[in-house]
């Protein structure tokens, strides 16, 4: 098997993939930990132990199948000490150099790896397709993609629980708010104009970023697909994703693992 694990600034994802599933990857079990950056190798090992325990894996069949990509290189010993330590297997990290796509950005390096990541999966599954891909996370991404592969660049804003965070830190008197799909556009509360606000904004700015990245990439045809822990939310409020696909980065991480072994 192979461990795929995405660490994000909010959560950090693992998903298990049979190696002989290689034309059609499907993620074998899959599970999400809250991002901490004070956490120790040992309450790593634990947390990782539970998870394989609840899927009812061997960690023997590791074997040195690890492949990583993180955005928070202040855990990033963490997890090479714990691989190290508990499973006697030094974990891969993911660069930029590492994805097999043509990059036509002004400065590579400043790539996120998952962001890339995400790009390489969408080409090895959309073929020939022009792509937009939108992440949402503690930030939300859109990242281009032509349809003969080459990384375009993008745009970064702020995430939705994001600046649901600020906006509940800044604004005293608003409630705490737990997202939902909105029953209405028009809120009839606070909490109902907050949750559209967010729910049914954000649906609306993805479909206008969408319009202006095609006209600008002068593109007719073109596949949106979303991921990321919110896009299931904010699909429902646009009309122009057209896939969801919540693990995406974690099959980009499983055919860049393809290409390493």
């Known amino acids: ?34 991002t901490n950056k004070n956490i120790t190798t040992d309450e790593l090992a634990i947390h990782f132990f539970n998870l394989m325990k609840l899927w009812n894996l061997n960690p023997v069949d590791l074997d040195g199948k690890v492949i990583i ?27 930029v ?9 002004d400065f590579p390096d400043e790539i996120g790896a998952d962001r890339l990541v995400n790009a390489y999966a969408g080409v090895k599954i959309y073929p ?5 891909i939108v992440d949402f996370g503690t930030a ?6 032509t349809g003969e592969g080459s990384y375009e660049g993008g745009l970064i804003m702020t995430g939705i629980l994001t600046s649901l965070r600020a906006l509940e830190e800044k604004a ?3 409630p705490h708010i737990d997202l939902s799909a909105p029953s209405r556009l028009i809120g009839k509360n606070t909490v109902e104009c907050i949750r559209s606000g967010i729910i ?17 990439m002068g593109w007719k045809n073109y596949t949106v697909i979303a991921t990321g822990g ?19 980065t974690l099959k980009g991480l499983f055919y860049i693992w393809l290409l390493k072994r």
């Open 140 to 145: 939300t991404t859109f990242d281009i993609v």
């Open 230 to 248: 919110m896009s299931k939310l904010i699909k429902a409020s646009s009309r122009k994703i057209d896939v969801l696909d919540s693990q995406l």
């Open 172 to 174: 005293s008197k608003l």
């Open 200 to 216: 049914n904004g954000n649906g609306a700015m993805v479909d206008e970023i969408v319009n202006r990245i095609s006209n600008e």
């Open 128 to 132: 020939l397709s022009n792509l937009i």
């Open 97 to 105: 150099k590492d994805v097999p796509i043509k990059v036509n950005y």
């Open 69 to 95: 990509s993180s955005v928070v290189p202040q855990i990033d010993y963490e997890f090479v000490h714990m691989f190290q330590k508990y499973y006697k297997t030094t974990p891969y990290f993911v660069s």
């Open 1 to 34: 098997m192979i461990v795929t694990i995405d660490i994000g600034n909010t959560n950090i994802s693992f998903g298990i993939f049979k190696e002989n599933n290689i034309n059609n990857p499907e993620i074998q079990a899959s599970g999400n930990l809250q």
